[in-house]
């Protein structure tokens, strides 16, 4: 897997895009569970789940030294928990 990645360009975007794809398809798949079990109705914690998954993207690639990728993964983390914050906020009105 180190191959996979050591041939990636060390760029911020690059680390943007992983670190809004990553949540965007788990939190798709929470998401689906959420709205259509009953046992997930009321899990809304498993999309910070699918935020904090970008915890383990950035520790790999700052081990790779790709520093640059982690900055772009720990912008997107904070949009997305932001994007988080505002569905409770409207959940809640």
Not at 13 to 30: K, N, T, W
């Amino acid at each position: 897997m180190a191959k996979l990645f050591s041939s990636i360009k060390n760029h911020v975007l690059v680390g943007l895009a992983i670190g809004l794809g990553s949540p965007l398809i788990l939190g798709s798949i929470a998401w689906y569970l959420m709205h259509h079990t009953t046992l997930f109705k009321k899990a809304d914690l498993l999309l910070i789940g699918c935020v904090a998954v970008n915890l383990v993207w950035v520790n790999y690639f700052n081990k790779i030294n790709k520093e640059n990728i982690g900055r772009g993964i720990v912008s997107a983390t904070f949009l997305c928990a932001f994007a988080f914050f505002f569905y409770k906020i409207m959940q809640e009105v």
